[in-house]
């Protein structure tokens, strides 16, 4: 019987670490990864699904759903929902207008007009598509005049399937 060198046996020891290495890695990886099979895992919303969310609390890649239409909707509080269950809108954008807190309320039209801009600006580089050719439509949701008087400049800007199908998934980067 021949015995084993030194080397073919650092050969096997070294070969022996390595699988293990490997399947601990593997181990690791399903351990960590296997609880959720969403590609954007890590950017799933920690916000308690289904409870309105103050605007203020609100992320960009959160997902919520319309309020009631009940006339004039005003949003200062959202549906949120987990962005892998159906739902009507994704957050896109966040940003606020420039003008100091004590500036007078410039009027709808002045603020339609920040807000169209400051969205449509942040379209594209999160959807992988101008607007012009997307299947996506926008939902800006400007400071309310009485927010505007507190000094609240913040606009959000989601995005909903222009033929109002509910969207499952995420959209950041779907080029549509």
Same mark, same amino acid.
């Given at each position: 019987m021949r015995r084993r060198g030194g080397r073919e046996r650092r050969v096997l020891v070294v070969l022996g670490a390595c699988l293990v290495g490997a399947l +601990?890695?593997?181990?690791?990886?399903?351990?960590?990864?296997g609880a959720d099979d969403d590609d954007d895992a890590s950017t799933t919303t920690t916000l $308690? !699904?289904?409870? $309105?969310?103050?605007?203020? !609390?609100? !992320?960009v890649g959160d997902c919520f759903n319309d309020l009631a @239409?009940?006339?004039?909707?005003?949003?200062?509080?959202? &549906? #949120?929902?987990?962005c892998r269950r159906p739902h009507d809108n994704e957050v896109f954008h966040l940003f606020a207008v420039d003008e100091p807190p004590s500036a007078e309320y410039p009027g709808n039209e002045q603020v339609a007009s920040l807000t169209r801009e400051g969205c449509l600006g942040a379209f594209q580089p999160y #959807?992988?598509? !101008?607007? %012009?050719q997307s299947v996506f439509e926008i939902l800006a949701v &400007? $400071?309310?005049i009485e927010g505007w008087r507190s000094g609240d400049r913040e606009v959000l800007c989601a +995005?909903? @399937?222009? @033929?109002?199908? &509910? +969207? %499952?998934? /995420?959209? /950041?980067?779907?080029? /549509?």
């Amino acid at each position: 019987m021949r015995r084993r060198g030194g080397r073919e046996r650092r050969v096997l020891v070294v070969l022996g670490a390595c699988l293990v290495g490997a399947l +601990l890695c593997v181990v690791a990886l399903v351990a960590l990864g296997g609880a959720d099979d969403d590609d954007d895992a890590s950017t799933t919303t920690t916000l $308690p !699904e289904g409870d $309105p969310v103050a605007a203020d !609390e609100i !992320e960009v890649g959160d997902c919520f759903n319309d309020l009631a @239409d009940d006339g004039a909707v005003e949003y200062s509080d959202f &549906p #949120v929902v987990q962005c892998r269950r159906p739902h009507d809108n994704e957050v896109f954008h966040l940003f606020a207008v420039d003008e100091p807190p004590s500036a007078e309320y410039p009027g709808n039209e002045q603020v339609a007009s920040l807000t169209r801009e400051g969205c449509l600006g942040a379209f594209q580089p999160y #959807v992988g598509r !101008e607007y %012009t050719q997307s299947v996506f439509e926008i939902l800006a949701v &400007p $400071p309310s005049i009485e927010g505007w008087r507190s000094g609240d400049r913040e606009v959000l800007c989601a +995005l909903y @399937d222009s @033929d109002r199908q &509910p +969207l %499952t998934g /995420r959209v /950041r980067g779907a080029n /549509r």
